[in-house]
């Protein structure tokens, strides 16, 4: 049974095939009938059908080398519909599914690769880092996987964090980066309906404060007991953020969602929820580590190339 179609289906589109190539192979049976007839003289006859003054159409049997070749192609049709997938639902002799053929292709270039990759198994991060040739395939695998979401570059956009910049949420410590890689990431920020408009401002004025961004003193003055009863649960008394939980740092003036008063209202009254998908089901271990040494590289081998 197909997810698709019915038994009933299934059984119409193999009948249909079927007697189309039976029929095909009685058609040209059928009509080997007609004899080749020669007339007095000795040369063929013709059907009496002419054109263009004396362009006669002879009544020649069809060659033989035509009649072999449609007979194969009829057969190869046979053939090809008892092995592979075709007859409705059927699924063929060889139990052929294009899914099965990309699984065991994609585990032959595995095997391929893995030579490659070994070269790596044994290096720190830090090390296959600086190696220009796993760089380069880090960097291929990261367009492939990454940069529809962090950008070719890496640097992120809004709701997608800058992945070169050495500010993380969740640790830029190589065995951070290969966690969020290898399991994903899930930061929420919940919804903050409830608090009072005034509050809200308040609050997002304190917050602007914290990287000394242009703010309402009285406000942000109020709004700092505010933070203190919602947001230091998760951002910390300092404002610096969490780690564990995805909460950013709101002092280092780089912004996922953005800094502005209205964004920062934003983020507080629709809550934020960022979502950084899992790549262990997706990617080999041996590319996981690849792709932590490029990002990792992305803001560590710059920092020393700068000094
Ligand atoms: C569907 C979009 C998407 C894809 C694809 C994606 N990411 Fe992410 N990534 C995110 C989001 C969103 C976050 C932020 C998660 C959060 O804030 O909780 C994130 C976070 C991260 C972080 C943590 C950054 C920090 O500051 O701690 C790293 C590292 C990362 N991604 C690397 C990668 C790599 C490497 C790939 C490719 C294998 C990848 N991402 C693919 C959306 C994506
Ligand atoms: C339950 C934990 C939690 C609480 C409580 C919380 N936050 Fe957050 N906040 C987060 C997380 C996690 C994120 C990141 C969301 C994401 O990655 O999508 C975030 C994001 C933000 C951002 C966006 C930062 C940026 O870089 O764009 C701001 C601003 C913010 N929070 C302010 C606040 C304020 C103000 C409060 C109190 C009213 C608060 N948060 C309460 C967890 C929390």
Redesign the pocket.
């Given at each position: 049974m197909s997810d698709f179609m019915n038994e009933g289906w299934s059984n119409y589109i193999t009948l249909v095939s079927l007697v189309g190539i039976i029929w095909c192979i009685w058609l040209l049976f059928s009509q080997r009938k007609a004899k080749v007839i020669h007339t007095a003289e000795g040369t063929v006859s013709d059907t009496g059908h002419v054109w263009d003054g004396d362009l006669r159409e002879l009544n020649n049997p069809l060659p033989n080398w035509w009649r072999w070749m449609y007979l194969i192609g009829c057969l190869f049709g046979l053939t090809y519909l008892a092995l592979y997938p075709g007859l409705g639902s059927y699924s063929g002799l060889l139990d052929f599914t294009t899914s099965k053929e990309l699984t065991t292709s994609m585990e032959q270039a595995n095997q391929e690769l893995k030579p490659i990759y070994a070269k790596y198994s044994n290096m720190s991060i830090e090390q296959v880092a600086v190696d220009p040739k796993a760089q380069e395939i880090g960097q291929r695998l990261f367009l492939n996987s990454c940069s529809q979401c962090h950008g070719s570059d890496a640097g992120g956009s809004t709701?997608f964090p800058n992945l070169t910049d050495a500010d993380w949420?969740y640790g830029g410590k190589p065995q951070d980066i290969q966690a969020t890689i290898t399991l994903g990431r899930n930061?929420?920020?919940?919804p903050?309906a409830a608090?009072a408009d005034q509050q809200v401002d308040d609050?997002?004025n304190y917050?602007r404060s914290l990287s000394s961004l242009p703010n309402d003193t009285k406000k942000s003055e109020r709004g700092a007991a505010?933070?203190k009863t919602?947001?230091v649960?998760?951002?910390g008394n300092d404002g610096k953020g969490n780690m564990a939980?995805?909460?950013?740092n709101?002092t280092d003036k780089?912004?996922?969602?953005?800094?502005s008063q209205e964004?920062?209202i934003e983020?507080?009254i629709k809550g934020?929820?960022?979502m950084m998908p899992a790549q262990d089901k997706v990617l080999s271990v041996e590319k996981i580590k690849l792709l932590t040494a490029y990002v990792w590289g992305l803001s560590n081998n710059k920092a020393t190339s700068d000094k």
């Open positions: 709701g949420l930061g929420v920020m919940p903050f608090i609050v997002a917050t505010v933070f919602y947001c649960a998760c951002h939980l995805g909460a950013p709101l780089v912004w996922l969602y953005g800094g964004k920062i983020t507080i934020r929820m960022a």
